[in-house]
């Protein structure tokens, strides 16, 4: 297992008697990406606020490559690279002045090393122009660049998607992807796109009224891929309760199986639709007993359970913010 480089335990955020982050406990580690999700008011804001010393905590410790937020502020965030609200840039200078400017602000940061970070995040056709000519996926990735002028090893980025067209939210995900797994950045992301952050994180971290409701790996949150992959499998065939009776036994656990209910209007009077939990593989097999009944299979249908999905299951169906 690779090492964590941010380590969170017991992180509180008490305001006017009121609770707002309340024990948060969990890490991150190098070469991956951890999404941050949680229904409007969960906390998300201010638990990465208290992680880059925005503000204070009431309780709890931060550390940072093994450096305490608490006891060496300093030498703590030096490893940090941030994007909390949306980039400020200085509009009448080119993105190359910008990031100059910025780079005069840290110890070690070469022309270099603003070189790199320019192809890191695909600008170079455009840094010497001013920045008042950019689009805001631009000044997005002008940013990124500014965040990790220092070689940062924690990337924090709130909500950097929003105002972004398809293609800005596509290039910052590939980007963030790469910085992961060729740098060995670990990068914190909370974002309300759910299908991006699908995409884009190795672990989601759940919160919900300031409280961790889950952290683990898409991998297990939405269940593998491939034939071992669990979908709803509908059915729609021509008598429900001996298709039903065929498909229990099969799955065992009549719990897997359900009727979906169908308007009458639907232009279907002679067939009746069912629903079974199982794998991929499992879905010819489950096919051929219901045609070797002498059940006529009029067709089969499949979904897979989204990050979406199983964070509304997670949540109680709390909108996302």
Not at 6 to 19: A, F, S
Request: net charge neutral; proline share 3%.
């Amino acid at each position: 297992m690779k090492q964590a480089i941010v380590e969170i335990r017991g992180l509180t955020k008490e305001i006017g008697g009121k609770l707002i982050v309340e024990d948060l406990s969990f890490d991150v580690r190098e070469g991956e990406v951890l999404g941050l999700l949680g229904p409007n008011g969960a906390g998300k804001t201010t638990t990465i606020r208290m992680i880059v010393g925005l503000i204070s905590r009431t309780a709890g410790t931060v550390k940072i490559g093994g450096v305490d937020l608490g006891r060496d502020f300093e030498a703590a965030l030096a490893q940090v690279g941030a994007i909390v609200e949306n980039p400020e840039m200085y509009k009448f200078l080119t993105g190359w002045q910008n990031l100059v400017h910025f780079a005069r602000m840290s110890k070690g940061v070469s022309e270099a090393r603003i070189e790199e970070v320019v192809r890191l995040v695909g600008l170079e056709q455009r840094i010497k122009d001013k920045v008042k000519t950019y689009s805001l996926g631009m000044r997005q990735r002008l940013g990124l660049a500014q965040a990790l002028l220092h070689r940062p090893r924690v990337l924090i980025l709130d909500e950097p998607t929003n105002g972004l067209d398809p293609a800005g939210i596509r290039e910052l995900r590939d980007h963030l992807r790469r910085l992961a797994e060729q740098e060995g950045i670990a990068v914190i992301v909370s974002s309300h796109l759910l299908a991006e952050m699908e995409l884009m994180c190795d672990r989601i971290a759940v919160m919900q009224q300031g409280q961790l409701v889950s952290v683990t790996s898409l991998h297990e949150l939405v269940g593998p891929s491939g034939a071992e992959q669990l979908l709803d499998v509908q059915f729609e065939v021509d008598a429900a309760e001996p298709a039903r009776q065929i498909l229990t036994a099969y799955v065992g656990d009549a719990n897997l199986v359900r009727a979906v209910d169908r308007p009458s209007s639907s232009g279907h009077p002679h067939s009746e639709l069912l629903t079974v939990h199982a794998t991929r593989k499992q879905i010819p097999d489950l096919n051929a007993r219901l045609v070797q009944a002498g059940i006529a299979v009029y067709g089969i249908r499949t979904t897979v359970k989204t990050l979406e999905d199983k964070f509304l299951e997670l949540t109680g169906g709390g909108g996302i913010g």
